[in-house]
């Protein structure tokens, strides 16, 4: 099935933290996790988020206090959150969320990398999408 690993852990339980905004995942195997909702924007599984292929990652800013304003179930094997920012359309296997949770402490310093990296502010304002095509007059 798409989203689990064969013997992996599931959840037992999705309590959604508005005030804190988080989301506690609770499963199986005893683990339980509190995954903040700027992280899992950040790291959304979305094409949107990812790209198409290693390298096209878009970094994401302004997300520190995004908030989850509905989570979907998909099949028995995931969610789909809708966040506060409009974002919708990735979807979070139990596995992902599994590692979010359990490698939060790496993420996080590899999101403060990507930042400095870049030279972006994780408050600033994302940018426009860039659009495709071009604007120059050629020839």
């Known amino acids: 099935m798409a989203g ?6 599931t959840p037992e339980a999705l309590t959604v933290h508005e005030t804190s905004r988080v989301l506690e ?3 199986s195997d005893g683990a339980r996790f509190r995954i903040p909702f700027e992280l899992m924007r950040v790291y959304s599984p979305s094409a949107e988020v990812q790209g198409h292929g290693p390298g096209q990652e878009v970094l994401q800013t302004g997300k520190r206090d995004v908030t989850l304003v509905h989570l979907e179930p998909v ?7 809708t966040f506060s920012d409009g974002h919708d359309s990735g979807i ?4 992902y969320l599994y590692e979010l949770g359990q490698q939060q402490e790496a993420l996080w310093a590899r999101y403060a990398e990507r930042l400095a ?3 972006a502010d994780r408050d600033a304002p994302m940018p ?12």
């Open 4 to 9: 689990l690993k064969s013997g992996a852990p």
């Open 25 to 27: 995942v609770a499963f």
């Open 75 to 81: 099949g028995n094997y995931a969610v789909q959150p």
């Open 92 to 95: 979070f296997s139990w596995d």
């Open 117 to 119: 990296a870049a030279g």
């Open 128 to 139: 426009p999408p860039a659009r495709s095509g071009g604007h120059g007059g050629c020839g």
